[in-house]
């Protein structure tokens, strides 16, 4: 089969609009650099939890902290949560800790968990957990969004979108 000239341009046009769609696709969804002091008013940060008790962030300096920012209104945070409340129970043994922070009304969150209990803590953490995303590299503060700290309190992973069993698999060799 002979591809005419137009045929073949319209080919290559087609071809570079797409590599070039990847491209503007991949620089959107990689997280941007912490902001300065985000992960210092990080370990500041208290919220309200689902039932009015003080989430306080600062307890859970020390260990290795998987933190997710997500919203009920948002299918992959609600697909994914799952599956971290399974890592949550395997591997809290192992010295892991998982905190939902919730970027959306609290009593949508409390209406969600009651019909998905989570075994991890939940914060609400409302707009403010959007600019607390942002700081510690959501550019556009898209959920879901997660962050993992270690040890020491600093930032190690960070991933927007939807994580994966890999993703978690990784993440639990810090320990």
């Not at 005419?4 to 080919?11: A, Q, S």
């Not at 919730?102 to 969600?112: E, G, I, T, Y």
């Amino acid at each position: 089969m002979k591809l005419d000239r137009r045929t073949f341009l319209m080919t290559g046009v087609a071809a570079a609009a797409g590599a070039a769609g990847v491209g503007v696709a991949w620089w959107r969804y990689q997280p941007n650099p912490v902001a300065t002091d985000a992960e210092a008013a990080f370990w500041v940060s208290q919220f309200e939890g689902p039932q009015g008790e003080v989430v306080d962030l600062a307890s859970w300096r020390g260990k290795p902290l998987l933190v997710n920012f997500w919203a009920t209104w948002c299918p992959p945070c609600v697909e994914e949560l799952p599956m971290l409340n399974a890592f949550y129970r395997t591997h809290a043994p192992k010295g892991w800790q998982v905190l939902g922070l919730a970027v959306d009304q609290p009593s949508a969150v409390r209406n969600f968990l009651q019909k998905l209990p989570l075994d991890f803590p939940v914060g609400m953490a409302g707009l403010a957990g959007t600019q607390l995303s942002r700081d510690l590299g959501n550019p556009t503060g898209g959920l879901p969004y997660t962050v993992v700290m270690g040890v020491a309190g600093t930032v190690l992973h960070r991933k927007i979108g939807k994580v994966s069993e890999a993703d978690l698999a990784q993440w639990a060799q810090l320990v």
